[in-house]
């Protein structure tokens, strides 16, 4: 009876039995109790709740009992929080006695395997827990929902929950919130960013990924939380804002000062291409170390500097991200496991880039079945890892893949093999290795039985290459590549000359001078990119805009391998071709 009566019960609770004040009169022995759990006491407080039960009855007995119960399941303790639930009746709680009942029994039915029952009785629709119970209540309504398949609610307790969580602690739950939104159909995420209350968490990720479907916004994003310096002039019309002090965060001592030399001079370049009001900047060593980074960063807050560009290194930037505060926002030059705070981005040149830029390219041509070659060096590994996500999270799939490894130079058993797996369903052929393995490998696909498909390749392609004549072997090949290596960007110097002039952009210093250019135009620009995720600018490393995940994301122009050279892709509107016939 008592099992036919709850979802009645718990109707009740949430209109309410009784005021909240009559509860609070009705259990003033419970106040010390309530501090000892206030106080991270849980096993005390649950012990003192229950050692009043005795001596009580009716209204008081059952919000004892459930306090305790309560306290015990905080304490990790669920055998004995179970047992006082099941003594209290809910007829005689409100308030907040009610939720800890309504939410004490979620818990409960998570655990037995029936998340819909717990979902219904943690829906309090848009009105939000108590405060002390409230990431409890949006971690078990977000569990709950995502094992019933609810991937947009879901995603949008996970968001509560991650608003009140500290910076250090939000990263995995920011990726979680991604990966719902990603697995959500295009009618659910229209519906649900539409229903959406104004100023929920989940709205600017929903509208983001609502934009980078090419679906209309229900509403616009507000202006970022997170503005940047009031006491900057007003922008101009192109969004045109920058800081008024600049930090750059950079190695100018050890073994890799070398590198942040170039990405200075790429800065100070564009810096000094703008003619219009431009801030001061001022170099500081953030050595090579985690804590020369951070030693860094406090300096250029100390000395009034209202934006921080750098460092260089993912341990650096992780040891940045990790600091309780951050008074002056940051561009990070990398990528870390650690979230960007709010206000504050990470711009990389990073190997994943390349891989998601490969799968969107493929699935927007419509080859949704890739045959993968790639060695096991860091960098191929991290593409093809985030090559594979992608293109699987677009609808792509990998018909087969090898493992080359550089020394050759005779492929052919491991090219037969691969083709047995992948049949002939296959449209196109994706390459992370160096040019020397890429070379035989593209020479020994036909005779090895290869169809003609489109064939693409990560920057890794270039390192072993630059001979003209040997690289006709990878004559049709394409790569994403940085779009001042192939046309003028920005009033940059001539990419092809600038080396001979400037040690710094001689050979891997080329890119990290783009980098670096890039880095100014994002402090120039960065407001009106945080403040429009449709916004873009046009850098040197491609065209630049946000993934309202704390990431600059730079869209890639296209190269492709013609006469041993390298070339501008010519239309990129096109399908992919693959190489004409004898073009090897």
Known sequence: MKRLLLPALLAALIAGCASVGDVEQAAPQSFAADRMLVQNHPREAARAYEAQVATAD??????????????????????????????????????????RY????????????????????????????????????????????????????????????????????????????????????????????????????????????????????????????????????????????????????????????????????????????????????????????AGGAVDAYRKAVADGCDYVIGPLGRDQVGALFNQANLPVPVLALNRSDKPAPPGSESFSLAPEDEGVAIADRLIARHAQHAIVFASREDNAVRAMAAFREAYARRGGGIAAEATIADSGPNYGPILKDTLAKAGGGYDAIVIALRAPAARMLAAQLPDSGYKQVPELATTLILSGGGNARLDQELDGIQYPELAWLLHPVNGLPDSTTLGSKLPSARGGGLRLFAFGADAWRLAAYMESLTASPQASVAGATGELHLDGLGNVVHDPAWAVFSGGRPRPVQDDALQLEPAAPGAR
């Open 58 to 99: 009716g209204r008081l007995r059952s919000v004892l009992l459930i306090r305790a119960a309560n306290a015990w399941q905080v304490a990790g303790d669920h055998v004995a929080a179970r047992r006082d639930f099941a003594q209290a009746d809910p007829r005689h709680l409100a308030g907040e006695d009610g939720l």
């Open 102 to 289: 309504r939410l004490l029994h979620a818990e409960f039915a998570i655990a037995d395997g029936r998340p819909a029952q717990a979902a219904t009785d943690l829906n309090l629709g848009h009105a939000p827990p108590p405060a002390d119970l409230s990431a409890r209540w949006h971690q078990a309504r977000a569990g709950a929902l995502e094992a019933t398949g609810d991937r947009f609610d879901a995603a949008a307790e996970w968001a509560l929950l991650m608003a009140a969580q500290p910076h250090h602690a939000s990263a995995a739950t920011r990726q979680r919130i991604h990966k719902l939104l990603q697995g959500t159909d295009d009618a659910t995420l229209a519906r649900g960013a539409a229903a959406l209350p104004a100023g929920h968490p989940l709205y600017p990720d929903a509208a983001r990924m609502l934009l980078a479907r090419g679906l209309p916004l229900p509403h616009p994003l507000p202006a970022s939380a997170a503005m940047l310096n009031p006491n900057r002039p007003p922008a101009d019309d192109d969004g045109y804002r920058p800081p008024l002090k600049v930090a750059l965060l950079l190695p100018t001592s050890g073994s890799v000062a070398i590198a942040g030399a170039a990405v200075r001079d790429g800065f100070m370049t564009a810096y000094f291409s703008d003619q219009r009001r431009r801030p001061d900047v001022k170099v500081y060593d953030s050595s090579e170390s």
